[in-house]
């Protein structure tokens, strides 16, 4: 059973539909048992960074989730979901995240040449690091597939643990990975076969 985490942001059902596309079953909820007796987690997020990681810390989701992880478990944050998994953000102020992958999150106006329209909405191939071996949530697909992104804002000083990038006037960071804690900014939801064959590879992880 895998927790599509739901403390009040992000595409819960669509998220689900997706998974039951793959035959893999899931449940919304932001109960803790069902959070801790669950095999693999998501955390989706839509919104911004500080409202979402107050969601998370109301109900004290955010120690659980770590606690989760901590303990080995999958977990797999989407496009905000992703970007609560730093160490902190810098969307209308500082806010801490959750500390599960090393760096912050940062506007990707900062990045990118100003003719560029933010935020970066669309599809873009993804790139994967030189030297480094693909993930195993890319096993199903190629580098240079594309996947669909909705974001004013990346994951940054995250050299380490990123597996994938993507090109939009700059390398922007698009996947990263830290032990058994994964994100990525792309919505696999909104990314047809490609990204159902990622939910599937992380199904298997």
Not at 71 to 78: A, S, V
Not at 134 to 144: A, D, K, T
Not at 171 to 195: D, I, M, R, W
Request: proline share 5%; charged share 20%; net charge negative.
């Amino acid at each position: 059973m895998i927790a599509i985490i739901d403390y009040g942001v992000g595409n819960l059902f669509s998220l689900k539909s997706s998974f039951a596309a793959i035959g893999a079953e899931t449940v919304v909820t932001g109960e803790p048992e069902a959070i801790r007796s669950a095999e693999k987690l998501i955390l989706p997020g839509v919104g911004a960074f500080g409202d979402a990681a107050d969601l998370l810390r109301r109900n004290s989701l955010d120690k659980l989730v770590c606690e989760e992880a901590g303990r080995g478990k999958p977990l797999l944050g989407i496009c905000l979901g992703m970007q609560l998994l730093f160490d902190y953000g810098l969307e209308y102020g500082r806010h801490e995240g959750l500390g599960l992958i090393s760096g912050s999150v940062r506007p990707v106006a900062d990045y990118i040449p100003s003719g560029c329209k933010i935020p970066h909405i669309g599809w873009n191939g993804l790139r994967f690091p030189a030297g480094k071996p693909v993930s195993p949530l890319f096993r199903y697909i190629r580098e240079g597939d594309c996947v669909y992104f909705v974001h004013s804002f990346c994951g940054a000083e995250c050299g380490d643990s990123v597996i994938a990038t993507a090109e939009y006037g700059a390398e922007l960071t698009a996947a990263v990975a830290q032990n058994s804690v994964y994100g990525v900014q792309f919505h696999p939801e909104k990314s047809g076969e490609v990204g159902l064959n990622i939910l599937r590879a992380f199904c298997e992880l």
